[in-house]
């Protein structure tokens, strides 16, 4: 349903993601974990253009569509096709041969580009060339606003343009599709949580306000807080604001909940009725991807697990799996931690 593809999100000298590629697919409940700064919300936030990713595209895809729909601005390097177009591209293809020795054959990355062997080249995305057909020191120095650059051409940036009116996909219609749910709630304080939850299906034009309130009443109901419809959010707990957040999330209809640390602004007594509202949701067939740090939840309700660090999924695997054979360094030093 979310495809993430080579994801890099840098804030100024700071990089957060470092060519993250994942894929959610229809009925996942897939957790991500990690340690502090490791990129985990950043990523969240990329899957619906909270955060807009610096490099890499993502992807929305319902059932049965083969494509699916673009979220994000085309990324060139993605698409060999608008590669090969490049006037930069042909100019390093037609270049004289480089040699790569040493240090140069060592898998490492600069500039968008990866070295993987001696023999080939690979562009983020999976774009491979022999590297007998470029000219290595010139090719670490192109930079990504050189490919999407005016100098390349109009036959360039026609089929750019051709890429992103086929398949970019308005990011207001692609929100209500991915509903989000924050780490403090973001109820609107001057609103009642009746008008909270018609707010947007009604301002949309989704629903009658009359329709919005009936459904409103219908999901306060099932989690026991309809009588709670008149009050502010600053007369709640912080269990029923985490709720009434993400059943505020439902009256979208949405196909993809995302959670960003659902549990972690709520004392510990109030964090069990959060956690059951989600297990709920889950058990109904609900797509979802939840940051997390409570791994007993991420074990029980997690059908695969992601651990993200230094801006990298380092490990992904199913929960058993996961908790109980982890393979990678980092992933063992931080469940020994947490455990």
């Known amino acids: 349903m979310i495809s993430v593809r080579n994801i890099y999100k840098q804030f100024g000298d700071l990089k957060v993601l470092n060519g993250v590629t994942t894929n959610i697919s229809h009925g996942e409940r897939v957790a991500i974990i990690g340690p502090s700064g490791g990129g985990k919300s950043t990523l969240l936030r990329c899957m619906n253009l909270l955060t807009e990713p610096t490099y890499g595209e993502v992807w929305l895809q319902n059932d049965g569509e083969e494509q699916g729909h673009l979220l994000t601005p085309a990324d060139p390097y993605l698409h060999p096709e608008i590669v090969r177009l490049s006037k930069t591209y042909e100019k390093l293809a037609s270049s004289e041969s480089a040699s790569l020795t040493g240090e140069d054959a060592k898998p490492h990355e600069e500039k968008g580009v990866v070295i993987v062997d001696k023999d080939t080249l690979v562009f983020p995305g999976d774009i491979r060339v022999s590297s007998k057909d470029y000219n290595l020191s ?7 606003e050189d490919l999407l650059g005016k100098r390349e051409g109009k036959e360039y940036a026609h089929a750019l343009k051709e890429l992103e009116n086929t398949y ?3 990011i207001n219609l692609a929100r209500q599709k991915v509903g989000m749910v924050f ?4 109820l609107f304080a001057n609103l009642t949580v009746m008008d909270n939850m018609t707010l947007a299906p009604v301002k949309l034009g989704l629903m009658t306000k009359e329709e919005a309130q009936k459904k409103a009443g219908e999901l306060l109901n099932r989690i026991g807080l309809f009588a709670k419809k008149d009050e502010y959010p600053s007369r709640l ?14 009256m979208m209809n949405p196909e993809v909940m995302l959670f960003d640390e659902p549990t972690s602004a709520l004392d510990p007594e109030m964090v069990g009725e959060v956690l059951e509202l989600i297990r709920e949701l889950a058990e109904a067939g609900m797509t979802m991807v939840i940051v997390t740090h409570e791994m007993g939840f991420a074990r029980e309700l997690a059908s695969r697990i992601l651990f993200i660090a230094d801006g990298v999924i380092a490990e992904e695997n199913t929960p058993k799996e996961f908790f109980e054979n982890p393979k990678n360094p980092r992933l063992k030093e931080f469940l020994s931690k947490v455990l």
């Open 237 to 250: 707990s912080g269990g029923q604001k985490q709720r009434i957040a993400i059943v505020r999330s439902l």
């Open 183 to 186: 780490q403090h709630f973001n």
């Open 168 to 170: 970019q996909l308005d």
């Open 138 to 144: 010139a090719l670490l120095k192109i930079k990504r």
